[in-house]
């Protein structure tokens, strides 16, 4: 693990993480081209902490060596699995932290998304102040994530994996984040209102060709047939589903994950969102 510290223009300490998949290079890109940009002293009393995480699956060009590190947290330190043993490192390196974003690729189709398992006011901070149009509420999915486990982190699938795109998008998208915490002053904030999509429910994957018919956050009639392979005809049951993290080869257990738009995350200071403070909204909610 490699970890990078660079000056903030203000008081908030915030971490950026690349790497942690090793076959998503992107979010490496994305942290050396910060730190090559961002200034070492900073005016504020703040931290910006650019960490890649991976480095054994990252020099391998592969996903994870012995186990998904995404998968592992919190992880165990006496472990024999590599990532495992440095997941609690990592949860280290950014503990205590104000804000904290985790960047991914994925074989899905656009749009970039964030995923967050936690709604903090850090959170909707960091959601509402990056160009990003949907979020993912994965609290009802895995504990095992950096970001269901390290308070006020947001993970961003910043575009398909391998393209020149994700790492322009990331880039940009870091930079909001930066500007959204106060730890880059080199233009104002920008926050917009984010479609809350809730995480339902993993969609597994058997054997054979597989075959998705439906792209992201795309609403699947009742009746529709979302994947299917030589094991599993997935077919919706009701209406309101949508996908997430849709791919045919970008996962070996799952075809995606089924979700449902429950309302929109508001930026801080408006009304909605109770001038900034955590408060889960009617509209945040599933409908009873």
Do not use: W
Not at 155 to 181: D, K, N, W
Not at 209 to 230: L, T
């Amino acid at each position: 693990m490699e970890t990078i510290d660079r000056g903030s223009a203000g008081s908030a300490r915030v971490a950026i993480v690349g790497g942690i998949h090793g076959d998503e290079p992107a979010g490496v890109r994305i942290v050396r081209r910060l730190a090559d940009a961002l200034d070492e002293d900073g005016d504020g009393t703040g931290c910006i902490r650019l960490i890649i995480a991976n480095e054994r699956a990252i020099k391998a060009g592969t996903r994870y060596t012995d186990t998904d590190l995404n998968r592992a947290f919190p992880g165990d330190a006496d472990s024999d699995e590599y990532e495992r043993a440095l997941a609690p490192r990592l949860a280290a390196e950014v503990d205590g932290m104000d804000a904290v974003l985790a960047l991914h690729t994925s074989h899905s189709a656009p749009p970039p998304f964030a995923i967050h398992s936690g709604l903090t006011p850090s959170v909707r901070r960091t959601v509402t102040g990056m160009p990003v149009e949907y979020v993912v509420d994965a609290s009802g999915l895995r504990g095992t994530t950096l970001d269901s486990t390290v308070p006020h982190t947001v993970s961003i699938e910043v575009g398909r994996q391998g393209s020149e795109e994700a790492v322009e998008f990331g880039y940009e998208a870091c930079l909001a984040f930066l500007r959204a915490h106060g730890a880059l002053d080199d233009e104002p904030p920008t926050f917009t209102p984010t479609t809350v999509v809730e995480g339902d429910e993993e969609v597994p994957k058997g054997g054979g060709e597989p075959h998705v018919h439906y792209v992201n956050f795309e609403e699947m009639p009742e009746g529709a047939v979302f994947a299917e392979d030589d094991v599993y005809t997935h077919r919706v049951t009701e209406s309101g589903v949508v996908p997430i993290l849709a791919s045919e080869h970008g996962y070996e257990e799952i075809f995606g994950i089924y979700g449902r738009v429950t309302g929109t995350l508001e930026q801080p200071g408006s009304a909605a969102s109770d001038d900034g403070e955590d408060r889960v909204d009617a509209t945040e909610k599933r409908a009873e």
